[in-house]
């Protein structure tokens, strides 16, 4: 076997409503008092954050909430967040809400201990100063974010740019399905199918896939398989909103350890021009990146169609087949729209992604098959 190390946040807790006791859970995990919820303003206004807020109000907690992360975050949201922050004397930093608010939780809780610039931050392994407490509380069966080494921000205009480090795991995570309940369908669909292709990239990886990131990878997909098509028709389903929030989580340990590749690489620039979900852009590049990589990955498709209960049976690449015909009619099912032009992206705008999708040069280089610019443009045709 070869050698390779897993790594995952300090704690999970699985608890339906147990956002509404966090004060009395986060007065058992840490002493510091001083606590800056990181969200966006729809949660703040809608009122799911009420309860957790009472209750840490209620055990003795300082809350101050910062509540203007935005989808595809940029830089200057950082600044905004930890300046808030200081003047708070946040001694613990809670990211509650979707993906976008847990990225920034991360970075923040770096930002406001240390000493080091944003700029310095970008790529792997460069975070070297210390971290405020960090819990993180998902309201979306997506991103994974809660479980994840990885911020990702829109730097400039349209691009965007990770940073990874060990010390953007968080302490401790809660996850609560009874925050889900109220996701729209549309919604639904687009962060559980973002998960689901964080599982199946995890698992067909050229670098970093292991042992326990396959496991990992194969249970998420197997219960997000399982539940999305109920929770998308029926999204008050206790189990079907359990199963996916757990499902998102263990893609997110698979490819925190084992990254994710082409599909993630070319679903950005269309997140960064065009400003769509980071789940649905996914949903978008899925089949014909899956078509794409079946010369090299089919065995692992193969062995991904029975986790899924792909119909059918033969030989390896029969089954590959199935695999992506199985997560084609998923996605139908599901309501997720299924071509660029579908949601606005017009057709002239193809070779200027392919050239951005280039960029992402950490991403690419994990694909079972090689993307260069006239790969990445047959991509975006072929899903367009």
């Avoid at 600044?79 to 608010?101: E, F, I, Y």
């Avoid at 996850?175 to 292709?197: C, E, F, K, N, R």
């Avoid at 949601?343 to 690419?364: I, N």
């Amino acid at each position: 076997m070869t050698g390779f190390t897993f790594d995952t946040p300090g704690s999970i807790r699985v608890e339906w409503g147990g956002a509404a006791r966090l004060g009395a859970l986060m007065a058992d995990w840490f002493a510091a008092r001083s606590v800056l919820i990181v969200t966006d303003a729809h949660l703040h206004r809608s009122g799911v954050l009420d309860p957790a807020k009472a209750s840490l109000a209620a055990h003795g907690f300082a809350v101050a909430v910062f509540d203007a992360v935005v989808a595809d975050p940029p830089e200057a949201l950082i600044g905004a967040c930890v300046a808030q922050g200081r003047a708070a004397g946040a001694d613990v930093v809670l990211g509650l809400g979707g993906g976008s608010s847990m990225d920034v939780a991360k970075l923040v809780a770096v930002m406001l201990a240390g000493e080091q610039p944003l700029s310095e931050l970008y790529g792997i392994g460069r975070v070297t100063g210390p971290r405020l407490p960090l819990v993180q509380v998902p309201t979306t069966a997506g991103t994974g974010s809660e479980v994840t080494n990885i911020t990702i921000l829109t730097t400039g205009g349209t691009t965007k740019m990770g940073i990874v480090s060990d010390r953007l795991y968080a302490d401790r995570v809660l996850l609560d399905a009874a925050l889900t309940v109220g996701l729209p369908p549309q919604q639904t669909a687009a962060t559980g199918i973002d998960a689901m292709v964080h599982a199946i990239e995890a698992y067909t990886g050229r670098h970093r896939k292991n042992p326990l990131s396959d496991i990992f990878a194969r249970e998420a997909l197997r219960l997000l398989a399982r539940h999305l098509p109920t929770a998308c028709r029926d999204g008050t389903d206790r189990a079907a909103r359990e199963g996916m929030l757990l499902g998102a989580a263990m893609a997110g340990q698979a490819f925190s350890n084992s990254p994710v590749a082409a599909v993630h690489a070319l679903a950005y620039p269309l997140g960064g021009h065009f400003h769509l979900p980071h789940g649905l852009t996914n949903a978008l590049m899925l089949g014909p990146v899956l078509r794409h990589n079946m010369a090299a990955a089919a065995p692992l498709y193969a062995e991904l169609a029975d986790v899924v209960g792909a119909p059918g049976s033969g030989p390896v690449d029969q089954r590959a087949q199935a695999f992506v015909a199985a997560m084609e009619d998923l996605m139908d099912r599901s309501g997720a729209p299924r071509r660029l032009r579908d949601v606005g992206v017009p057709e002239d705008s193809l070779p200027r992604l392919a050239r951005d999708a280039m960029l992402q040069t950490r991403l690419l280089q994990n694909n079972p098959v090689p993307v260069d610019e006239a790969a990445a443009l047959a991509l975006y045709r072929a899903a367009f």
